[in-house]
């Protein structure tokens, strides 16, 4: 069965401290992963996903599938990273979600 | 290109009245799929459709339905509203489910009561 586990919450780091937000996954298959963001009053839309190996705002994601991670990484937290972040797995017909973190960017 | 328009933004409802979520998008997206989004749970999946005349379940289905006559608008009708439904919905489009950008609507707010 798919499944998408963020373990974290809440995450809270300071402005300029590097940020790690994790995220860990189960699927069978050859696992699709993306990142998706909400900034307060803004509709969900996408962060990046694994397959573009792409860094967008500071962000990258590396898949480990021999650790089923997909963790979310950068290394100087800006205030305006401040957002709920999910990791979600493309399974069939369906999009999984984790339960997200909330970043808050301390100045 | 307004891209995926949900309305209303924010409703209240009585225990037992029936409603629906409009959902509309422009990109010419055969995905479409219903979310609802409840605090320490994520977004789960109610319904989805991969072409107009085709729906089926998600996650969480009970309690709605849905239909999909043109490519173009996915409605989710409450059939019977109960406090349980309390919730932020979203509609979501995208070309695919596999390896596709999904893009969202800007959530209905909806509240029984």
């Known amino acids: 069965a798919q499944r998408v586990t963020q373990p974290e919450k809440l995450l809270s780091v300071f402005k300029g401290a590097p940020v790690e937000l994790k995220c860990n996954y189960s699927?069978?298959?050859?696992?699709?992963l993306f990142w998706y963001v909400q900034y307060s009053r803004q509709r969900l839309q996408l962060l990046l996903r694994?397959?573009s190996r792409e860094s967008i705002k500071g962000f990258t994601a590396d898949l480990n599938k021999g650790e089923t991670s997909f963790h979310l990484k950068k290394p100087f937290a800006q205030e305006e990273d401040s957002a709920m972040y999910y990791c979600?797995?493309?399974?069939?017909?369906?999009?999984?979600f984790g339960t997200g973190t909330r970043l808050t960017v301390i100045p | 290109n307004a891209g995926v328009t949900q309305t209303p933004k924010f409703q209240v409802l009585k225990t037992g009245q029936s409603m629906t979520l409009q959902c509309a998008q422009d990109?010419?997206?055969?995905?479409m799929s219903w979310y609802r989004q409840d605090p320490g749970m994520g977004l789960r999946l109610i319904h989805y459709?991969?072409?107009?005349?085709?729906?089926d379940q998600g996650e969480v289905p009970n309690g709605y339905n849905v239909s999909r006559s043109t490519t173009e608008d996915f409605p989710l009708r409450l059939l019977s509203a109960a406090p349980s439904q309390t919730s932020v919905y979203f509609c979501?489009?995208?070309?695919?489910?596999?390896?596709?950008?999904?893009?969202f609507g800007q959530g209905t707010r909806l509240t029984v009561v």
């Open positions: 979501a489009s995208s070309y695919g489910t596999s390896g596709f950008e999904a893009f």
């Open positions: 699927y069978s298959g050859s696992p699709e």
């Open positions: 694994h397959i």
């Open positions: 979600a797995l493309s399974g069939a017909n369906n999009l999984f």
């Open positions: 990109m010419n997206h055969e995905y």
């Open positions: 459709s991969v072409g107009a005349g085709i729906t």
